[in-house]
């Protein structure tokens, strides 16, 4: 009984570290629903840059190819060829999710540095990279998360090994340290610049 009461107590402590925020957010209310709004808008844009892109010069395929042809072409045979590399000769199916989570970081990354996002105004926060929030870390996460899992249960069934289970707890893991990591940076970084500013004594 004094396990599982301890067991409680961590999931309510782990629940309540859920709720710390940094800074201001901008919200909506979707229904019973809090959704982050600038997350929301600039992985609007980034989808709106990769479609937008991917329409303009494939829409029109031509046998010379275009230089914008010749550049998608390129992308996707390196897309092709990380998934061949890494699944093996079943890579083909597989080549659309890869090439998505690919494209999505690669662009919301750029956009980060080159969209200049602190023109436009929020009621509340400002904008920055999709990438640059914990939501869609966790996110793209889950969705490899979800992958993993039908990969193996499409091949092998419902058999249940080792390497298939130890993801799990270790993914978890790998999200816990990835904060108090954040959390450890930002305060050693924000002490040594108070540190630097401070008068001599």
């Given at each position: ?11 309510k ?34 989808i ?5 892109s ?55 990354n ?41 990969a ?17 707890p270790?993914?978890?893991l ?27 004594h």
């Amino acid at each position: 009984m004094n396990v599982l009461s301890c067991s409680i107590n961590t999931l309510k402590g782990l629940y309540d570290i859920s709720g710390v925020e940094v800074g201001q957010h901008f919200y909506w209310q979707i229904g019973g629903f809090q959704v982050h709004a600038q997350v929301l808008i600039t992985s609007w844009v980034v989808i709106a840059i990769l479609l937008g892109s991917a329409t303009l010069v494939v829409r029109n395929p031509q046998t010379i190819p275009t230089d914008g042809q010749n550049f998608f072409e390129y992308v996707l045979e390196f897309i092709r060829d990380v998934s061949k590399t890494q699944i093996g000769e079943e890579y083909g199916s597989w080549v659309p999710f890869i090439g998505t989570m690919f494209l999505f970081i690669f662009v919301s990354n750029w956009s980060g540095a080159l969209l200049p996002w602190k023109i436009i105004q929020l009621p509340h926060g400002e904008l920055a990279a999709p990438t640059n929030d914990i939501n869609t870390t966790v996110a793209l996460a889950l969705l490899t998360s979800v992958a993993y899992f039908y990969a193996g249960l499409t091949k092998k069934g419902l058999v249940i090994s080792l390497p298939s289970i130890v993801p799990i707890p270790v993914m978890f893991l790998g999200l816990f340290t990835s904060g108090i990591q954040a959390l450890i940076f930002a305060t050693l970084a924000a002490a040594y610049i108070g540190e630097s500013m401070e008068g001599h004594h």
